[in-house]
């Protein structure tokens, strides 16, 4: 409702109850009230109150606060990781003694790791603590560690390799390990993908690329041809020992335990077999020794024994099922680690750009006080009618 509206209004009820009442005010005392009703009235409709900051301002003022403070955790756990590398470093540059360029780039690495960690654990005046990590965020050192790491390593993986695959396609020719019930198509076939790898990796590695190189041996997911040659020399020793058993019974009942064993290998999943043979390979010896004085009384006992065998076995293979699902989860959380890592840097990133423009007036000039015009210095009423 409007001030003008309101006033008539006004003036309607004050005129009304005058007529009611048996006397007059007089014109003088009725424009003084109304005049300062009036004045009053004016006066509230004529503020000017200086308008309220934006509130993307607003926004960006807390967002400035939240963006400038650093979570103690963050701090802590990038201190680990400079300590990590440092001592890796380290171990580079005892290794890299016939290597002298990178030799000295594992010794600056470590220099600049000792800069990284200073400024972190105490920023200098000019510094903050999220500047502090972002210098070392932007430094990526963990992707020249790598790449010092294959190039230490990545010359002696592949001469083992090429010994271990001539080791394991030597065997397979043998008839005893033909006759243990591996697949030895399916093992061949994939020795022949492994030399498909390794000539991949002999490529990369004499254009220099030695990351792509070393990410060529990732495919030994299921584990390395080194463990696939301990496994079937394993497999073989424990089948060879096996067959000496007299009993039937004794003798089926642990062959047939080591059935996961050698399914595992024909998978191509290498490492969980030798895991396994590792683990009940004592026991078997165990069970063999006692049946050369085997009984009746005693067989019971021996069957109870080979029982365990084939309950550890089982076992295994439900935890290592367990483990899978638990790594597959653990590199899902470490993925989402990752991309809040990268969202804080991206973040952190912004800041310094906002922080490097020119802060807004709105922020820095304070706001006027709020100014007041004066109330008109005349005021019409409309007359009223008078009772004498």
Same mark, same amino acid.
């Given at each position: 409702?409007?001030?003008?509206?309101?006033? @008539?209004?006004?003036?309607?009820?004050?005129?009304?109850?005058?007529?009611?009442?048996?006397?007059?005010?007089?014109?003088?005392?009725?424009?003084?009230?109304?005049?300062?009703?009036? &004045?009053? %009235?004016?006066?509230?409709?004529?503020?000017?109150?200086?308008?309220?900051?934006?509130?993307?301002?607003?926004?960006?003022?807390?967002?400035?606060?939240?963006?400038?403070?650093?979570?103690?955790?963050?701090?802590?756990?990038?201190?680990?990781?400079? /300590?990590?590398?440092?001592?890796?470093?380290?171990?580079?540059?005892?290794?890299?003694? @016939?290597?002298?360029?990178?030799?000295?780039?594992?010794?600056?690495?470590? /220099?600049?790791?000792?800069?990284?960690?200073?400024?972190?654990?105490?920023?200098?005046?000019?510094?903050?603590?999220?500047?502090?990590?972002? *210098?070392?965020?932007?430094?990526?050192?963990?992707?020249?560690?790598?790449?010092?790491?294959?190039?230490?390593?990545?010359?002696?993986?592949?001469?083992?390799?090429?010994?271990?695959?001539?080791?394991?396609?030597?065997? %397979?020719?043998?008839?005893?390990?033909?006759?243990?019930?591996?697949?030895? /198509?399916?093992?061949?076939?994939?020795?022949?993908?492994?030399?498909?790898?390794?000539?991949?990796?002999?490529?990369?590695? &004499?254009?220099?690329? $030695?990351?792509?190189?070393?990410?060529?041996?990732?495919?030994?997911?299921?584990?390395?041809?080194? *463990?696939?040659?301990?496994?079937?020399?394993? %497999?073989?020793?424990?089948?060879? @020992?096996?067959?000496? +058993?007299?009993?039937?019974?004794?003798?089926?009942? %642990?062959?047939?335990?080591?059935?996961?064993?050698?399914?595992?290998?024909?998978?191509?999943?290498?490492?969980?077999?030798?895991?396994?043979?590792?683990?009940?390979?004592?026991?078997?010896?165990?069970?063999?020794?006692?049946?050369?004085?085997?009984?009746? @009384?005693?067989?019971?006992?021996?069957?109870?024994?080979?029982?365990?065998?084939?309950?550890?076995?089982?076992?295994?293979?439900? $935890?290592?099922?367990?483990?899978? +699902?638990?790594?597959?989860?653990?590199?899902?959380?470490?993925?989402?680690?990752?991309?809040?890592?990268?969202?804080?840097?991206?973040?952190?990133?912004?800041?310094?750009?906002?922080?490097?423009?020119?802060?807004?007036? /709105?922020?820095?000039?304070?706001?006027?006080?709020?100014?007041?015009?004066?109330?008109?210095?005349?005021?019409?009423? *409309?007359?009223?009618?008078?009772?004498?």
């Amino acid at each position: 409702m409007s001030s003008q509206v309101f006033m @008539k209004e006004l003036f309607k009820k004050i005129k009304d109850k005058l007529k009611k009442r048996k006397h007059h005010l007089g014109y003088t005392t009725s424009a003084i009230v109304f005049l300062a009703m009036g &004045a009053a %009235l004016a006066q509230n409709d004529v503020i000017k109150m200086e308008p309220q900051q934006p509130k993307e301002v607003i926004i960006e003022e807390t967002e400035f606060f939240q963006e400038d403070f650093v979570d103690p955790r963050e701090i802590e756990n990038t201190l680990r990781d400079l /300590t990590r590398m440092k001592t890796e470093a380290r171990g580079f540059v005892k290794r890299a003694k @016939k290597l002298p360029e990178i030799k000295q780039r594992a010794e600056e690495i470590i /220099t600049q790791i000792d800069g990284y960690i200073a400024n972190i654990k105490n920023p200098p005046a000019d510094y903050t603590s999220r500047e502090a990590l972002q *210098e070392f965020y932007d430094a990526r050192m963990w992707e020249e560690m790598n790449s010092i790491r294959a190039q230490l390593d990545l010359p002696r993986m592949l001469k083992d390799l090429s010994t271990t695959i001539k080791k394991v396609e030597k065997l %397979l020719k043998l008839k005893s390990y033909q006759k243990i019930g591996l697949d030895i /198509t399916a093992i061949n076939n994939y020795l022949a993908e492994v030399k498909e790898a390794q000539a991949e990796a002999q490529k990369l590695q &004499a254009e220099g690329d $030695w990351e792509g190189a070393m990410e060529i041996f990732q495919m030994f997911e299921g584990g390395h041809p080194g *463990e696939l040659e301990g496994a079937i020399r394993r %497999l073989k020793e424990a089948n060879d @020992k096996i067959k000496t +058993i007299r009993d039937k019974d004794v003798k089926a009942q %642990l062959l047939e335990s080591l059935a996961p064993v050698i399914e595992a290998v024909n998978d191509g999943d290498f490492r969980f077999a030798q895991e396994i043979l590792n683990e009940v390979f004592p026991e078997i010896y165990d069970i063999i020794r006692r049946t050369y004085k085997m009984n009746a @009384k005693t067989k019971p006992e021996i069957l109870k024994k080979v029982l365990g065998v084939e309950e550890k076995v089982q076992n295994k293979i439900e $935890w290592v099922e367990e483990e899978e +699902i638990r790594k597959e989860e653990e590199m899902k959380r470490e993925q989402m680690r990752k991309e809040e890592e990268m969202k804080k840097q991206e973040a952190a990133q912004n800041q310094q750009q906002i922080n490097k423009e020119p802060v807004p007036e /709105t922020i820095s000039q304070p706001a006027p006080a709020p100014t007041v015009e004066q109330p008109p210095t005349e005021f019409k009423t *409309e007359p009223t009618e008078s009772t004498q």
